[in-house]
């Protein structure tokens, strides 16, 4: 990941600066539970299970059938994202407790930017 450098007068020591990620250059990478689905790592701590990522989920592109282990939050870029709860558009945001299960769908494509405390649990793999 690309990290600017700080400006001049930066109050904070280097492993307290703020991190400036310039989300272009971040590949995309295929999601292996869902097939079509790709993503960018904004951020991750692999001890605590957070994480931050943009996921692009092409016309009709589904995420499989999973569970939340805690709290997701989604906010939609752009195309529609959703379940069978409900469908959301760009500038819509969806936030759903640990213990939610659901498959998502897009049914024209869409790009999100999905915020996560723990992994997810998906409960068929994939073939």
């Known amino acids: 990941m690309s990290k ?3 400006l001049p007068g930066a109050k904070n020591p280097p492993e307290l600066a703020s991190r400036y990620i310039k989300s272009d250059d971040i590949p995309w990478q295929s999601m292996a539970q869902a097939p079509g689905v790709e993503m960018k790592v904004l951020y991750e701590d692999k001890e ?6 943009l996921f692009r989920i092409p016309a009709g592109g589904v995420v ?3 569970v939340h282990t805690a709290l997701e939050q989604t906010y939609v870029l752009e195309g529609r ?4 709860e409900g ?3 760009p500038g819509d945001f969806i936030w759903r407790p640990a213990g939610n299960r659901h498959e998502a769908t897009s049914p024209e494509g869409c790009i999100i930017l999905g915020f ?11 073939t």
């Open 116 to 126: 996560f405390m723990k992994p997810n649990r998906f409960l068929k793999s994939v």
């Open 87 to 89: 469908m959301a558009g």
């Open 48 to 53: 605590s299970g957070v994480f931050t990522g």
């Open 81 to 84: 994202f959703g379940d069978e």
């Open 4 to 6: 600017r450098d700080p």
């Open 64 to 66: 499989p059938d999973h």
